[in-house]
């Protein structure tokens, strides 16, 4: 069983930054990937980043390519989400993802965290 907690969201001005931050209680981390996924109000839900089991790879959603940064520390079991020049349209619950010891799909998410980015 994996268990993962967020935090770090909040409420910040359009062009502000927030940190948020996933503890993974699970035997497996160091060899999952891991994703950050985000549901905005009305929308479905929406990958927004990801990163291979060593950090050596990883993927963005276009609209936040050059702004958010994924990263992790295998030794504490943790994965980060680097979000910079937010926009309004950023705005959402965002969910931490685990593969947790099955390759190929997301199996285990967080209750998320929500971020509200004001114009």
């Known amino acids: 069983q994996v268990q993962l907690v967020e935090s770090g969201g909040g409420l910040v001005q359009a062009g502000g930054s927030l940190r948020l931050s996933c503890v993974a209680s699970?035997?497996?981390?160091?060899?999952?990937?891991m994703g950050w996924f985000r549901r905005a109000p009305g929308k479905e839900r929406e990958a927004v980043a990801a990163i291979s089991w060593s950090g050596g790879n990883t993927w963005y959603v276009d609209s936040v390519k050059g702004r958010f940064t994924i990263s992790r520390d295998n030794a504490k079991n943790t994965v980060y989400l680097q979000m910079n020049s937010l926009k309004p349209e950023d705005t959402a619950v965002y969910y931490c993802?685990?593969?947790?010891?099955?390759?190929?799909?997301?199996?285990?998410w967080g209750r998320g965290t929500q971020v509200t980015v004001s114009s």
């Open positions: 699970s035997r497996t981390f160091s060899r999952d990937r």
């Open positions: 993802a685990s593969e947790g010891g099955v390759s190929g799909k997301f199996n285990y």
